[in-house]
């Protein structure tokens, strides 16, 4: 698990290799990652939008971006959680992911929570990050 906390917003990420779903013949490598956001603040916030850096094993990257995460844009109280799941393809047996999602509390004011850099690895391949 990869772990990171900024303002009290600890993100956990726990990623596993779809072995089952990936075609390594044609290049097709699939990542399920769960992540749990938690509140650990004084606020309640709302995740407005997401942001990921996405490098395969060969260093060439693509970001994505947009509202939410999984078609939700989720409220937490203080001590309060939301876990989800998603996917990731790659063209290569490993890469890494690695980027922050953007808060808005009560009063408006937004702030960058940081995600952990994670690793996609075949489990058959040396890790890329440790």
């Given at each position: 698990?990869?772990?990171?906390?900024?303002?009290?917003?600890?993100?956990?990420?726990?990623?596993?290799?779809?072995?089952?779903?990936?075609?390594?013949?044609?290049?097709?490598?699939?990542?399920?990652?769960?992540?749990?956001?938690?509140?650990?603040?004084?606020?309640?916030?709302?995740?407005?939008t997401r942001y990921w850096r996405v490098?395969?094993?060969?260093?060439?990257?693509?970001?994505?971006?947009?509202p939410g995460v999984v078609g939700e844009q989720p409220i937490l109280a203080p001590g309060d959680s939301y876990q989800y799941t998603s996917g990731c393809p790659?063209?290569?047996?490993?890469?890494?992911?690695?980027?922050?999602y953007v808060m808005r509390r009560e009063d408006g004011s937004r702030f960058r929570v940081r995600i952990p850099a994670f690793s996609l690895d075949r489990p058959d391949t040396q890790r890329t990050l440790n």
């Open positions: 698990m990869y772990r990171e906390t900024t303002d009290g917003i600890e993100i956990i990420v726990e990623p596993q290799y779809l072995d089952d779903q990936s075609d390594p013949e044609a290049h097709r490598f699939l990542w399920a990652y769960t992540v749990v956001i938690a509140n650990g603040s004084d606020h309640t916030v709302q995740l407005e490098t395969n094993g060969l260093g060439q990257v693509e970001e994505v971006e947009g790659l063209n290569t047996p490993s890469g890494t992911m690695v980027g922050h």
